[in-house]
């Protein structure tokens, strides 16, 4: 068996608090992802998001005997990462600010696709990802969470200290902040001819197909 899967995250929290320190190496490798992308909703950089995982992996080693196993352990550390991020953001000025161009929040899929919709999709990520850094941070943040980490209504609740309504709410209102922003990118001719970019291969199909009656 997979070790990072071996044990559960309980049964990491156990060993870690009789003495067997170096597992809390996995409990790193299982949130590193979740941590960067909520570091990344508030702007902060790659690196400054780094440090700041750092900062909330060492508070959490260290309380972690506190843990209560009220809520998963991904969301106990979400909310020690968001109130640090929290915290700093209040401190630290535009300069710290990165452009998300150069470090994407959304992790494209990959798979078994054309180069045409590779480029669409690029584009596209691009888009909602800098229409993103533009709508108000409330509004970010929980869909982020819900949208991106995956974390459920009651989940994001816990980590933000508002009510599983709010979530909801606030989710509704981010969706239509982001329907804006992407509007503010494109025409609707330009969208159209965005959406063009699969017609090549479809001719290329059709005459395919056609060359062959």
Request: charged share 30%.
């Given at each position: 068996m997979n070790t990072e899967r071996k044990y559960s995250d309980q049964e990491l929290i156990q060993k870690i608090l009789n003495k067997?320190?170096?597992l809390f190496e996995l409990i790193i490798r299982r949130n590193n992802p979740y941590l960067y992308r909520i570091g990344k909703m508030y702007?902060?950089?790659?690196?400054?998001?780094?440090?700041?995982?750092?900062?909330?992996y060492v508070q959490a080693y260290t309380h972690l005997n506190q843990f209560e196993n009220r809520s998963s352990?991904?969301?106990?550390?979400s909310k020690i990462m968001v109130h640090e991020c929290y915290r700093k953001s209040k401190k630290w000025t535009a300069?710290?600010?990165?452009?998300?161009?150069?470090n994407p929040l959304l992790i494209q899929k990959t798979g078994k696709t054309d180069t045409s919709k590779k480029v669409m999709n690029t584009e596209l990520n691009a888009v909602i990802e800098k229409s993103l850094l533009h709508i108000p941070e409330d509004y970010r943040t929980v869909?982020?969470?819900?949208?991106?980490?995956g974390f459920s209504v009651l989940e994001t609740?816990?980590?933000?200290?508002?009510?599983?309504s709010n979530v909801k709410v606030r989710l509704n209102r981010a969706k239509g902040f982001l329907r804006k922003?992407?509007?503010?990118?494109?025409?609707?001719?330009?969208?159209?001819e965005f959406n063009l970019i699969y017609c090549d291969a479809?001719?290329?199909?059709?005459?395919?197909?056609?060359?062959?009656?």
């Open positions: 067997e320190t170096a702007h902060f950089s790659h690196e400054d998001t780094q440090d700041l995982m750092q900062d909330s352990l991904r969301t106990w550390l300069k710290n600010v990165e452009s998300l161009e150069n869909f982020i969470l819900r949208e991106v980490n609740s816990e980590i933000l200290d508002i009510t599983e922003e992407i509007e503010n990118y494109y025409s609707k001719e330009e969208i159209f479809m001719v290329d199909r059709v005459m395919a197909q056609i060359s062959l009656t």
